[in-house]
């Protein structure tokens, strides 16, 4: 590498004259190509813009703006869900209890407002009971040193069957919402067409930007990477991983109660959770962060949500019966994990070339 | 047990004493690391701690950085009582560490290693200042006079002898007026090494920074150190100014340790066969 030690940002080298325009040109897009498929996000970017010109030239209105609408709660929770996880799996930790919590949420919600709480503070309510259990999945994993599998498995049962008993098993309206009209309420927290989505960029990007740009990020990824030396450098290590799980787990009460609001209704529905669970766990790692730990990205889980969404809608589309769908959709998660794998492999490697 | 005892180096001080430790003794389960330590260090001295693998050399320093608590005995710093709650409150009064395992994370680039739990952020939104940091670390690595091209690859592409010179760099370039550092030098080759002591040497010449620093090069220890200190068997047998010791005098300590670690083995296994066969008949 004959890099001057002056300069630590790998420098464009820009074209010297009219004869070298063509290489540098041609170096230049090679450069950008490489740079691009190094990136932790590239191949689910790749693959999910494969995907995405595949139903949209094989499968009739899959390009469509009404179908945009359709896709968009098949992603848009996922996203959040996904963003959240980040966090604790780049800590080289996971959180099994985020379905539990997504499902417990909008009943803290409905039995905060029937007790006479208006909407928007038993909203807020409820997300600090979800933060809560973070609060506890973090004290078991970091201060008693159970392993988080074990723990937020442990979480994810207590809060199903909290969810089963105080909903007596029986659904009920969403508090705020109505089926024939959607008010300002609803609007915001999940009704409007695209209240979910900007929830979810909005959320997606404000956490990216902690991840690379704060102290919060860099700690998270350094009690990853190595947890001993964070310690001996002074992170206090349990304060991190228990502020990253009331994170996750804030963010999965937030997902509960938006997609409460979107269906009028709140199913006490343990097996839903589950599902939703792991689609969020997928999306996180088919984006790219690591189950080890130590590396991730926020933007990857947007993507890798946004492609489980495109397969989930484009494979209805084209009316593949619904007995292959969890097929294809296991299948189109090993693929993407393999090209995921050779990359990164590439990435902390030699270098591509 | 009891000959090994009389080695101990009773409590000693010096007027300029930075720091002074006292009657430590640290034990893991049924294993005592350290069983009654006394040092102290001077301003701007340079101290060597040597010792058997093993002999509670790096225990010694978790203690005073922070990172661990003694069971008991005291410490002074600046003849004051030194009770640190944390890694963060040692560094706060003036104390940092170069550990062994470096307290590197491989994840992270270059420059955000060099200021792990220092970081440089903006006012009002804490966002990191990554281009302040890129700056200083080159500086600070400027200054010892290792090249590192690329400050923002991960530092798991870096070699063991440019893994420990940043790990030394963020330590020295700091505030701290107390240097800890455990083997600064050992994943590094003749010039990196060089580099590394001439720093030292640069330290000491200022007279501000004291350093304690444990070493296993005998060579590194005459050529750096001011004074020595020999910890064996959990306690200080050993504390002369370097000028007034040899090669050969610690080589015969260190020998003669394991003489009669051995001897004891040999004793032990002789006693526990004599009662075997005695038990058997």
């Known amino acids: 590498m004959a890099v001057a030690s002056g300069s630590e940002v790998p420098a464009q080298s820009p074209p010297e004259g009219p004869a070298s325009t063509g290489r540098a040109l041609g170096g230049g897009a090679l450069k950008l190509i490489r740079s691009f498929l190094t990136l932790r996000e590239g191949s689910i970017i790749v693959v999910a813009i494969v995907t995405t010109a595949y139903f949209s030239t094989n499968a009739t209105n899959f390009a469509t703006l009404s179908n945009f609408k359709t896709l968009l709660p098949y992603f848009a929770p996922l996203a959040i869900l996904g963003a959240g996880e980040v966090f604790v799996m780049i800590n080289g930790e996971i959180d099994l209890s985020i379905g539990a919590v997504y499902l417990l949420s909008p009943f803290v919600f409905y039995k905060l407002n029937q007790a006479g709480i208006p909407l928007v503070p038993a909203v807020i309510l409820s997300l600090i009971v979800s933060s809560l259990v973070g609060v506890i999945n973090g004290f078991f994993v970091a201060v008693i040193g159970i392993s988080s599998f074990v723990t937020t498995l442990g979480m994810l049962f207590t809060l199903d069957g909290l969810t089963l008993i105080i909903s007596h098993t029986a659904p009920v ?42 102290r919060w990020g860099v700690y998270t990824v350094a009690v990853g990477g190595n947890r001993l030396g964070s310690a001996e450098a002074g992170i206090r290590v349990r304060l991190v991983l228990i502020r990253n799980f009331v994170l996750c787990a804030t963010c999965a009460g937030l997902v509960g109660i938006l997609e409460a609001v979107r269906a009028v209704t709140a199913t006490p529905d343990p097996s839903g959770s589950n599902d939703i669970l792991f689609q969020g766990i997928a999306s996180a790692v088919i984006g790219g962060t690591l189950l080890r730990g130590g590396s991730g990205t926020v933007v990857g889980a947007l993507i890798g949500a946004l492609f489980l969404g495109v397969l989930h809608d484009g494979l209805i589309i084209k009316g593949v019966s619904a007995n292959y769908l969890d097929l294809y959709l296991g299948l189109a998660i090993l693929i993407a994990m393999s090209v995921n794998v050779y990359v990164q492999r590439v990435r902390t490697g030699s270098g591509l070339g | 047990m009891a000959e090994s005892g009389e080695k101990i180096v009773p409590p000693t001080s010096a007027p300029d004493d930075v720091l002074r430790v006292e009657h430590i003794t640290k034990s893991f389960g049924p294993t005592t690391a350290l069983r009654d330590v006394n040092l102290h260090l001077r301003k701007g001295e340079v101290l060597g701690l040597l010792g058997d693998n093993g ?126 550092l455990d083997e600064p030098l050992a994943a590094m080759g003749a010039k990196e090494g060089g580099m590394i002591l001439e720093l030292i040497q640069r330290l000491k010449e200022k007279g501000e920074v004291s350093v304690m620093m444990i070493l296993h090069n005998y060579a590194h220890v005459f050529a750096t150190c001011d004074r020595v200190n020999l910890l064996q068997d959990g306690v200080i047998a050993l504390d002369k100014p370097t000028s007034e010791t040899s090669v050969e005098e610690l080589n015969e300590i260190v020998v003669e340790e394991y003489r009669r670690a051995r001897q004891a083995a040999i004793a032990e296994d002789a006693a526990a066969r004599a009662a075997a066969s005695s038990s058997s008949q």
Not at chain 2, 59 to 64: S, Y
Not at chain 2, 78 to 95: C, L, M, N, T, W
Not at chain 2, 111 to 135: D, G, Q
């Open chain 1, 173 to 214: 309206a969403t508090p705020g919402t109505s089926a024939l009209h959607v008010n300002s309420f609803a609007q915001v927290f999940g009704g409007g067409t695209y209240s979910e989505l900007i929830w979810a960029l909005v959320i997606v990007v404000g956490l990216q930007l902690v991840l690379t740009a704060t």
């Open chain 2, 55 to 180: 002999s509670g050399k790096s225990t010694l320093m978790k203690i005073i950085c922070g990172f661990q608590k003694q069971d008991s005995g005291q410490m002074f710093l600046h003849g004051e009582p030194f009770e640190p709650k944390s890694v963060d409150d040692a560094r706060a009064q003036g104390i940092d560490t170069v550990y062994q395992d470096l307290a590197l994370v491989d994840e992270l680039s270059v420059y955000h290693n060099m200021f792990l739990r220092r970081e440089r952020v903006r006012v009002p939104i804490p966002l990191l200042n990554n281009a302040l940091m890129r700056r200083e670390t080159r500086k600070a690595l400027d200054d010892i006079g290792i090249n590192i091209p690329r400050l923002d690859v991960p530092v798991a592409r870096l070699s063991g002898g440019q893994r420990q010179a940043i790990a030394v760099a963020r330590t020295v370039s700091g505030e701290a007026n107390i240097l800890l």
